[in-house]
């Protein structure tokens, strides 16, 4: 059953303080068998009470001390026990909590682009906030209710069977009829319940997605239809909520109901019992408290089933992503490859985002060391596609890639990116400063070696004049920097990093030509000695490339130097010619 598979697992990540976690529930299962223990030292006592007359005053006394005495020592023992609980429980689910977020994020991050592409961001974090927090409440639980409740079934009704087993049918039956009930409601609320949690899923990535395009919705003037689809889909929600809290109200009103009628069938029973000499008004009364305890137990299990059954849902898409697989792995024995000299190999790639629709077909290309290499053609060719499986961002279906002549995928996968510096065609930033976004790629870079990267890139001087220099903060993915200014500190980014092999991805794209004149130049020097591969709708920045590779279709349909490619009067002279007739008409 996916409770029992669910709740299993939750316990499961309590392995990391196994020691600690024995420890608790055996005081807990000690507190519980001692609060058991008190309804049949209160029924002794009624018991002595009832037949003092017959006994002498010595005889009481001792009798009664003996029984105080044991119930001193249980009452001592329970709190000491209690103690144990109190102090470390909290404590380890905090702790746990923490760690649970903390692996869920890691994980996420080693996630593969094809993962990404299917996810949106607001819905991931609201899986991980909610589910931690889920976790933390069943953790309280487990030590607080749920062993208490375990105890009931595996101490209590043997113990209350061996005192008296007609009354003790009456314990069984409740349990079993609050099982059963239980069952029916789940069973009947299961699938509504997984229907809430999509539409709550829904509301989530709704509005990250809102709030993450907030100038469009402002400047088309978005607001009245992003709230009514907000309000929409808070009316479905709503909707399919309803039935379910029915059920769970209904249960409540039927499990209230068989707990009256089980404890006043207890007194209906035991007097019945009483008059015919088969049982004592010490074990009534014992059972009285038996039925109230079980009662107190039976509603908190109910009331954890209840909460775990609405909490399922989103503690199984917190184990669906923490079991998603990543497409891209890194091998245990992967090769430390140190400091790459950059020949690149692409050795018959075929590749295919879906399985459907190819993306690459048959590309090879050998770059050697310290070359360039510039890659055109129209969107969606593949030029892009060809460098993101370069540095694993995904992996071909066929054919192998080589660095240095060591297959990519033989090599660690922080050893091969801490070789490849790239510059995105859409530069985003962090929500940090500008200081902590350009080390990146070099943690440990001084300040100076961060002005030097900012002036080659043309960054310095724009930082500069911002309020607080290279400790300005940079608002949510750059947005309080021009797209311009963005890029530039992208560049300056990937020089910080220093790596043999550079992909510039329309690296000059978002800047102005007098800019990026300026650029080019100190790409050049950066260039120098390393293997790059360049990205470039503007023909006229990619004249001193050492190979220029024409894609169309993900194919490479021309190859060559770029007066050789020029001169042949191909689809790269065709380029060449509708770019500079787009320039002289603009």
Do not use: C
Request: no cysteine; hydrophobic share 50%.
């Amino acid at each position: 059953m996916e409770f029992f598979r669910v709740y299993g697992r939750v316990i499961g990540l309590l392995r990391a303080e196994k020691g600690l976690a024995i420890v608790l529930a055996l005081a807990n299962i000690v507190v519980a068998g001692l609060q058991f223990y008190e309804p049949v030292l209160f029924g002794r006592v009624v018991d002595l009470l009832a037949t003092a007359k017959d006994k002498s005053t010595e005889v009481l006394w001792s009798d009664a001390r003996a029984i105080l005495g044991l119930w001193a020592v249980i009452g001592l023992g329970g709190i000491f026990a209690n103690m144990v609980v109190s102090l470390q429980a909290d404590r380890m689910a905090h702790r746990r909590r923490l760690g649970a977020m903390a692996g869920y994020f890691e994980h996420v991050l080693l996630l593969p682009f094809s993962f990404h592409n299917t996810q949106h961001s607001g819905r991931l974090i609201k899986v991980m906030l909610t589910g931690v927090d889920n976790l933390f409440g069943i953790w309280l639980s487990f030590f607080r209710e749920n062993l208490a409740t375990f105890v009931a079934l595996f101490v209590m009704l043997p113990l209350s069977l061996f005192m008296n087993w007609r009354l003790g049918l009456l314990l069984l039956v409740l349990i079993l009829f609050f099982a059963v009930a239980n069952v029916w409601v789940v069973s009947r609320t299961d699938r509504l319940q997984k229907e809430v949690e999509d539409l709550h899923s829904e509301l989530a990535s709704r509005a990250g997605d809102a709030l993450g395009n907030i100038n469009l919705i402002q400047s088309f003037v978005r607001l009245a239809a992003e709230t009514g689809e907000m309000h929409r889909i808070i009316g479905q929600t709503l909707q399919a909520q309803f039935p379910v809290l029915n059920w769970w109200a209904l249960l409540s009103v039927m499990t209230r109901a068989a707990s009256t009628i089980t404890v006043i069938l207890i007194f209906v029973v035991g007097t019945w019992l009483y008059t015919r000499g088969m049982a004592s008004v010490g074990e009534i009364v014992s059972f009285m408290g038996f039925a109230t305890m079980l009662i107190s137990r039976m509603d908190q299990a109910s009331g954890f089933v209840s909460r775990i059954f609405f909490q399922m849902p989103s503690l199984a898409d917190f184990f669906r992503v923490l079991d998603a697989q990543s497409t891209v792995t890194d091998k245990p024995d992967g090769i430390e490859i140190g400091r790459a000299r950059g020949e690149v190999e692409f050795d018959d790639i075929n590749f295919s985002y879906d399985g459907k629709r190819p993306a690459l077909v048959h590309f090879s290309l050998k770059a050697p060391a310290g070359t360039t290499v510039a890659l055109v053609g129209p969107t969606g060719a593949g030029k892009s596609t060809a460098l993101s499986l370069l540095h694993r961002m995904w992996d071909a279906q066929s054919g192998v890639i080589r660095i240095d002549g060591i297959d990519h995928r033989d090599i660690k996968l922080a050893s091969l990116r801490r070789n490849i510096g790239v510059v995105f065609q859409d530069s985003t930033m962090f929500y940090r400063s500008i200081a902590d976004n350009l080390r990146i790629g070099k943690p440990d870079a001084t300040q100076a070696e961060l002005e030097e990267a900012a002036k080659l890139a043309e960054a310095h001087d724009f930082i500069m004049r911002q309020p607080k220099g290279y400790e300005t903060l940079v608002g949510e993915r750059g947005t309080t920097l021009s797209g311009g200014e963005r890029q530039r500190l992208a560049i300056a980014r990937a020089l910080l990093k220093d790596p043999p092999i550079l992909i510039l991805d329309e690296a000059t794209s978002a800047l102005d030509s007098l800019t990026e004149a300026r650029i080019q130049k100190a790409l050049k020097t950066l260039m120098q000695g390393r293997t790059t591969f360049v990205i470039a709708h503007r023909l006229s920045t990619i004249r001193d490339a050492d190979q220029v590779v024409v894609f169309e279709h993900g194919r490479i349909v021309e190859h060559g130097g770029y007066r050789e490619l020029a001169a042949t009067g191909g689809d790269f002279a065709r380029l060449i010619s509708t770019q500079q007739a787009g320039i002289e008409s603009a």
